[in-house]
């Protein structure tokens, strides 16, 4: 690990202490310490686990953000194969916040789209820190288009802070492009699964998650509103971000109780950043399930479950 969370601090003095006795043995080959490092590794593993056991909704939103958790293009590296990209939206440009295409999960072929926010200052730039622009949103719906055009099922993964609020995206009516691309999603005829990786932030995560099924890997987030965002419209604070978090219920446990979402993704202990590959294996396995269980309904009854299943959303109620 190079960047631990501030909650996380108390742990990396642990593995810190325990690196630098495995590096005083290696200068020292006399130096016998791996009884003292293994007992430091064993502290901190239950440390870990106690950790992630309870983390508040606030700890969650940090850990969804951080910077070495699996993005949309680990991913699809990762689970698919033949990925042919496409890009533009045949109007204005191509965004390369959104990325999909065509490509193989298993011997299934999809239509593969998702909000990447790269992993490096670079590729951050690049990607817009995973905040589409309407030209993204207006490609989506292309490749939805292609999807239910030749009966493709459509797998969304879903990572950002939300859509992006330039003055250029809101001339370029970014409002019209979200709302279409929404509707796209609940007028499809073939299955759309929708995972969110690790931030579903506002109508722009909305835009790519309006699926029959909608995942969230367990300590993901999803909400209309950052914490940040909400607090410094209520309370003129942006650092009540923790209050604000305790009540947008917007951790993946409290959205499946309150009928949000249809499936939570476990995580390995210390979140997908820990784990990278257990967590983008757990996420094509979830996927294929859901396929396969997906596969058996038709055209009109996949649309009519999943406009059905949005316009009941929010009948449990805050009581949930």
């Known amino acids: 690990m190079t960047n631990y969370l501030d909650f996380e601090k108390p742990l990396a003095e642990i593995e810190g202490k325990a690196e630098e006795l495995r ?18 590794d064993k502290k901190a593993e239950q440390m870990l686990k106690d950790l992630y056991k309870g983390l508040t909704p606030w700890r969650k939103c940090q850990v969804a953000r951080h910077p070495e958790r ?10 698919f ?13 191509d ?9 193989r999960l298993g011997d299934q072929p999809v239509v593969v789209i998702g909000l990447e ?35 493709l099922p459509v797998i969304a993964l879903v990572d950002t802070s939300g859509a992006y609020p330039g003055k250029g995206a809101e001339e370029r009516g970014q409002s019209e492009a979200i709302a279409r691309s929404t509707q796209k999603c609940l007028s499809l005829r073939v299955p759309l699964i929708s995972v969110i990786i690790g931030e579903g932030g506002s109508g722009g995560a909305v835009a790519f998650a309006s699926g029959n099924t909608v995942m969230m890997l ?35 446990q409290d959205l499946k109780s309150l009928g949000v979402i249809d499936r939570i993704i476990a995580e390995p202990v210390g979140g997908a950043h ?22 058996k309904k038709k055209p009109d009854a996949l649309r009519k479950t999943r406009r059905e299943k949005f316009l009941a959303m929010g009948t449990k109620g805050l009581a949930a």
């Open 95 to 103: 965004d390369h916040a959104v990325m999909g295409g065509l490509a």
């Open 23 to 40: 590096a005083m043995a290696r200068s020292n080959p006399e130096t016998n310490v791996e009884g003292e490092a293994k007992a430091l």
């Open 274 to 295: 820990r784990g990278r590959k257990e967590a983008i294996k757990a996420v094509g396995e979830a996927i294929e399930a859901e396929l396969k269980a997906l596969a």
């Open 218 to 252: 367990e300590h993901s987030v999803y909400s209309v509103i950052s914490p940040e965002g909400c607090a410094a419209i209520l309370w003129k604070d942006a650092e009540k971000m923790r209050e604000a978090a305790e009540a947008l219920r917007l951790t993946a």
């Open 81 to 93: 194969t033949e990925y042919t990209p496409l890009a533009g939206d045949r109007n204005f440009a």
């Open 70 to 79: 699996p993005h949309c293009k680990d991913y699809i590296e990762a689970l």
């Open 117 to 151: 926010k790269g992993h490096d200052t670079k590729s951050r730039i690049e990607r817009n820190f995973g905040m589409a622009r309407p030209e993204g949103y207006r490609k989506a719906i292309r490749l939805m288009d292609l999807a239910d055009r030749f009966g």
